[in-house]
């Protein structure tokens, strides 16, 4: 329980599914997200002529339409059911039903938090290299989740300070955070992003569990 109402804005949606059923659900729906993503990207290289756009774009608004039959307004949000477990498949960094999130694979390490991504057209900030925002969102994302997973409760990003080191080309990286220090409440985290260049990135951040998320003795 927390000491306050969660906040108006906190979408959350409760469901009456088992594990099994959610991770059939799950094995639905990835695959067309995965492909939702390479469409975004083969657009981006693709060189064929105007009767080939126009025939896909008929695809995709057929797509749209099917998909478009049944839908829930707003956000994801958080979904739960009665068994503890809880899916934000909308996150903009690791949902998996959200294709304009990056292709970021979680691998587990005793030190923190490891996600390993290959960063493709979809991605290009400068010529060749990742966007700094993505940047930016990678280390926010593996930060929080090292401070959530060593505080067990959803930590919001208060400030993040990131070093562009070098630039970070696309194709393979691979980012590390982990808690330096700790109080009750607050979360030093630092988080590196990797390349077969070395450290393009670094960052600190001081990650909150919010006041409304803690529980009563921890205030
Ligand atoms: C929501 C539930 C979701 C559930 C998810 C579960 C699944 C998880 C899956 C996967 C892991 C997710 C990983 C996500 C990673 C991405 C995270 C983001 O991008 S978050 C979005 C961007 N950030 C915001 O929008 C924050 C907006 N700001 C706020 O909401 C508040 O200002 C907040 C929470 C940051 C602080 O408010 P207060 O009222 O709770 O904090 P007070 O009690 O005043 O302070 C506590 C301590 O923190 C320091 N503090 C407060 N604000 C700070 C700040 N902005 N920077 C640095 N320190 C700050 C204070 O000085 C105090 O420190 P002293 O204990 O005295 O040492």
Redesign the pocket.
Known sequence: MSNEQRPVW?KRVTEAISADELAEREALWVPLTEEVRELVSTAILSEVDEHAVALARQHIRAAQEILGTKVDTGSFG?HVNDEGL?W?WG?A??GQKNAVAPPLCQVPIADGVRYEADFGAGYEGPPGCLHGGWIALIL??A???A??LEGNG??????LTIRYLQPTRLGPAVAHAWVETR????FVVRCTLSTEDGVTAESEG?????????KPQED
């Open positions: 906190h958080m809880a934000n996150n960094a690791t926010d994302h930060s929080g989740r401070a959530h959803p930590t919001f990003t208060g400030t109080t009750a409440n607050k001081v990650f909150v569990l919010a006041r409304w998320a803690r």
